[in-house]
T-cell receptor, first 112, second 119 residues
Framework: AQSVAQPEDQVNVAEGNPLTVKCTYS??????LFWYVQYPNRGLQFLLK??????LVKGSYGFEAEFNKSQTSFHLKKPSALVSDSALYFC??????????FGTGTKLQVIP | GAGVSQSPSNKVTEKGKDVELRCDPI?????LYWYRQSLGQGLEFLIY????????KSGLPSDRFSAERTGGSVSTLTIQRTQQEDSAVYLC?????????????????FGQGTRLTVV
């Protein structure tokens, strides 16, 4: 069975500092990997995905994620955090055209 | 439509009553998901429909919960004899779950959710 782990319930980072939100996965075959963001009182928005190709994927709002096959990780990163980045972030995986499985979410708090 | 549409956006019901939540997925999307999210918490998977395959009901918390998807499009989540612990935001998502124009499109797109309050 496929699974996603987001080991940190919450990440705090100072505004202007780089941020990383961690995600590891387990899936049979080649993974399709996703990041979503949920701002307070809003629905989930798709940020970026990895299907194949370059290991560094760029997405919306200046976010990027790095696929690491050997470590089965897909960490979300941003070079310089903004207060407006404060939100709940979800990592997700699917094995091909299968059901997408979501992680438990990481709350990102950017401190002014 | 342009996005996933859920109705109603808010529902307050009395304990013991039945409720129906509706989801209109993006046109042409073959996969449809229902999730439940308590305030500020993670996503709890409920059920997954993919094309004509038997739905994955492994996340339904009890037999009071059921869902159907008619004609491969609109889905209805029904909660019978609601309990206070059923109070949550119920999210629907849909996905193309396939390849179009040479590109893989499996990401799920979410509706705004139905906030259910059982009093």
């Amino acid at each position: 069975a496929q699974s996603v782990a987001q080991p940190e319930d919450q990440v705090n980072v100072a505004e202007g500092n780089p941020l990383t939100v961690k995600c590891t996965y387990s899936v049979s075959g080649n993974p399709y990997l996703f990041w979503y963001v949920q701002y307070p009182n809003r629905g989930l928005q798709f940020l970026l995905k990895y299907i194949t190709g370059d290991n560094l994927v760029k997405g919306s709002y200046g976010f990027e994620a790095e696929f690491n096959k050997s470590q089965t990780s897909f960490h979300l990163k941003k070079p310089s955090a903004l207060v407006s980045d404060s939100a709940l972030y979800f990592c997700a995986v699917s094995g091909g055209y299968q059901k997408v499985t979501f992680g438990t979410g990481t709350k990102l708090q950017v401190i002014p | 439509g342009a996005g996933v549409s859920q109705s109603p956006s808010n529902k307050v019901t009395e304990k013991g009553k039945d409720v129906e939540l509706r989801c209109d997925p993006i046109s042409g999307h073959t996969a449809l998901y229902w999730y439940r999210q308590s305030l500020g918490q993670g996503l709890e998977f409920l059920i997954y429909f993919q094309g004509n395959s038997a739905p994955d009901k492994s996340g339904l918390p009890s037999d009071r919960f059921s869902a159907e998807r008619t004609g491969g499009s609109v889905s209805t989540l029904t909660i019978q004899r609601t309990q206070q612990e059923d109070s949550a935001v119920y999210l629907c998502a849909s996905s193309l779950a396939g390849r179009t124009g040479g590109k893989v499109n499996t990401e799920a797109f979410f509706g705004q959710g139905t906030r259910l309050t059982v009093v």
